[in-house]
């Protein structure tokens, strides 16, 4: 404690001293300068090659450009070198695995539906980032999960729905940048499938761009998220990282975002500053200090106050981050803190006759399935993290129990003889034989994705589901399932089970995480951030909208808005568990008698009339004018609240102007519609609790 105090102190002491020492030559140093001027002040002073020298990078991960992406120091400036690593979970270090931890993944902060969870994720990564050493931290990954099978929604935040991409990218940008390392908000923009990602051009009109795939990276502008990234693709034929509609105007000029735009690995394909992109990465065969003499001067002063501005924000200029990337940087404090999240993300899908929480005692469980064991917690690719170890699920419930540890082979087993407690492992290979001497079977399952490919179907392999079906028709067992899964599954078998509990990908602290929800210890607060189809390809998508026409280079957005719970809604299908679904130990009485829409202010009292403490996700959904042509219902306004057994909220929320709007492509804006809105509060998007109308003038 004494000594980073001392040591906050000494680096004031210097930032000060050079201030008022250079407040002539370096005017930049000023501190009551704002960012930007600061910014603007610095790029001035710089000749045209180190202008040039900071609109590229490299990523070698090598000795001299350790990181995954790296922008030269410029030492007689005292400009520190940019060190960009991914990624949108963790820090990933591909050498010193098992140095960082391995967090949950974004959806399953996004499944917290909790503006502090997020910041607390965003917060423990950016420390890291920190200590690694890196000033630049390649995430959160935002984008809105159009298709079920997309290989990288795990990374993402904003499940289904752009209002709660936007809700929580806020927190996340702001927990990593509160850290002194700038946020990257990635992948700008319809980067919405893995498959013919080099290729393929997502083909979106500018109102189904601006009402659904927009909304998150505002949310990252209005946190002042200091950089984005360009994605792979094409946008309606132009390639994202020259895309002037998108990068210039929609990003820049419309949503005002005043940081830097890099491009994805290998994604420049042209010197393409004025159409909005800042810098190249990695390499410079496009961005370099000769093809730059070409560009208007004041383009490329701008791209380097764009990318100097975050710089002196987040005290990167100021306090140069003295980390190296060899340091160790996970801790137990960072696993607990993983593990909380984790724990406020789980969604419990079904509980049929309260089967969970299970009981300590008296009790004679079986746990199956090799995920007990080997749990898979995270997702591949850029996006993964190589944690120094997973606790195996089987290992927290014996913990739990106060069970000797049993190792992962078939059939082994322990007994706490003081509360009557048997725990039994099997890895779930063989039919389940004789199951007399249990009463509960916890069924482990996972399914995995990964950058650069997407999910051939969402079904589990490996014969997972032909176990969990085998052990459902067992007689005389309670059966509870864990899914491990980077976005939506199948659960063809659900009616023959009691209690499903979900973690997308959970992180390295997943099996302490799901003993404690197993055992009530944590009780589950997550909700869906994305709908739990019935069967493959519900939504009836066709060959041109995913994987696209014209070997899968042109996917058209002929849907518009109609994907996830929009299009279930409009086609009113029952999901198998619909979007904002989640349930709690306790119980949460919504008094329609207190449903009340004043204005724009719209409230209901919610109560715990459970018997333990617990957290409800509170959801407000809009219905809009008819002749809007909007979905039926869209979140606009949604709250997690922690109650205490027996304890009342009045859950309040006020529209805005844009949340009873549209895009109006005409004039390029929001247009404010008129007429009659539904509102609705509710518990999930088909659990509604109250409706109202909002008349609008
Ligand atoms: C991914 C980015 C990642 C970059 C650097 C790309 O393949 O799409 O998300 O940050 O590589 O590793």
Redo the contacts with the bound molecule.
């Keep these: 404690m004494i000594s980073k105090a001392l040591t906050a102190a000494c680096c004031l002491l210097v930032v000060s001293a050079d201030a008022t020492q250079t407040g002539l030559d370096k005017p930049w140093m000023d501190t009551a300068l704002s960012p930007k001027q600061r910014a603007q002040a610095l790029v001035e002073k710089m000749t045209y090659e180190e202008k040039a020298s900071m609109l590229h990078g490299y ?1 070698a991960q090598t000795d001299d450009w350790p990181y ?2 790296n922008v030269a120091a410029i030492d007689r400036l005292g400009i520190p070198a940019l060190r ?1 690593n ?3 979970q963790g820090f ?1 270090d591909d050498k010193l695995p098992g140095t960082s931890t391995a967090w949950p993944s974004g959806l399953t902060a996004g499944a917290s539906w909790d503006k502090h969870t997020v910041y607390n994720w965003g917060k423990g990564m950016g420390v890291e980032f920190y200590k690694k050493g890196a000033n630049v931290q ?2 959160p ?1 935002v984008c809105v999960a159009r298709v079920p099978h997309n290989g ?1 929604n795990f ?1 993402y935040i904003s499940g289904e729905d752009p209002f709660l991409g936007y809700t929580l990218v806020q927190p996340a940008v702001k927990g990593i940048q509160d850290q002194g390392v700038i946020a ?1 908000v ?2 700008y923009v319809n ?1 919405n499938q893995e498959t013919n ?1 080099n290729s393929v051009s997502e083909n979106v009109d500018e109102r189904t761009r601006f009402e659904m795939y927009y909304p998150p990276f505002k949310g990252g502008v209005e946190a002042n998220v200091g950089s984005m ?1 360009c ?2 693709n094409k946008i309606n034929h132009v390639w994202s990282c020259e895309n002037p509609e998108t990068l210039r105007r929609d990003l820049k000029e419309v949503m005002g975002f005043e940081g830097y735009v890099m491009s ?4 420049t394909h042209s010197l393409s500053i004025a159409e909005g992109l800042d810098q190249e ?2 390499g410079n065969e496009t961005f370099n200090r000769i093809s730059l003499k070409s560009v208007d001067p004041k383009l490329v002063a701008d791209s380097v106050t764009r990318i100097l501005t975050p710089m002196f924000q987040m005290g990167v200029m100021d306090t140069p981050n003295p980390n190296k990337i060899s340091n160790n940087v996970t801790s137990d404090s960072h696993n607990d803190i993983a593990r909380e999240i984790s724990q406020n993300s789980t969604i419990l899908l079904q509980n049929e006759n309260d089967v969970l929480p299970l009981a300590k005692d008296n009790i004679r469980i079986v746990v199956v399935g090799d995920q007990a064991w080997n749990a898979v917690v995270h997702g591949g ?3 993964s993290v190589t944690p120094a170890w997973v606790k195996p699920p089987l290992w927290s419930i014996c913990d739990k129990l106060g069970v000797e540890r049993i190792n992962g082979e078939n059939g082994a087993s322990g007994c706490n003889a003081g509360s009557k407690v048997c725990v039994t492992y099997d890895d779930g290979s063989k039919s389940p034989g004789n199951t007399d001497k249990y009463d509960h079977a916890i069924l482990f399952v996972q399914t995995s994705s990964h ?2 490919g997407d999910r051939t179907n969402l079904s589990f392999a490996g014969g997972q589901d032909e176990m969990v079906s085998a052990w459902g028709v067992v007689d005389g067992l309670k059966k509870v399932v864990v899914m491990s899964t980077p976005g939506a599954v199948l659960t063809p078998w659900s009616k023959d089970i009691d209690g499903i509990l979900l973690n997308f990908m959970p992180g390295q602290a997943m099996g302490d995480a799901i003993a404690n929800t197993l055992f009530g210890d944590s009780n589950p607060s997550g909700k869906l951030p994305l709908t739990f189809p019935n069967e493959e390809n519900e939504q009836r998508m066709t060959i041109s909208q995913y994987p696209g026409l014209d070997n899968g280079e042109n996917a058209t957005y002929s849907e518009t808005f109609f994907f996830g719970y929009r299009w279930y809604d409009k086609h009113n299908v029952q999901p198998k568990f619909p979007f904002g679904h989640g349930l709690s130990y306790s119980k949460f009485l919504y008094d329609a008698s207190t449903f009340s829409i004043k204005d724009r202010t719209v409230e209901i009292d919610v109560k715990n009339v459970g018997s333990v403490p617990g957290g409800e996700v509170v959801q407000l959904y809009v219905g809009f004018p008819s002749s809007s042509g909007e979905p039926v219902r869209q979140l606009k306004g949604f709250e997690k609240y922690l109650l205490e057994a027996g304890e009342t909220v009045t859950a309040s929320f006020t529209l805005t102007d844009r949340d009873l709007s549209i895009w109006d492509v005409a004039s390029h804006k929001w247009a404010l519609q008129k007429g009659e809105f539904t509102i609705e509060v509710g518990t999930s998007s088909r659990a509604i609790r109250a409706t109202g109308l909002l008349e609008q003038k």
């Design positions: 990523g995954v992406g960009y991914d990624g949108p990933r390649l995430g990954g990288r990374e990257n990635k992948h980067n990602r990234m994605s792979y994805d690995w290998g994604a990465m990695p690719g850029s996006g950058e650069g």
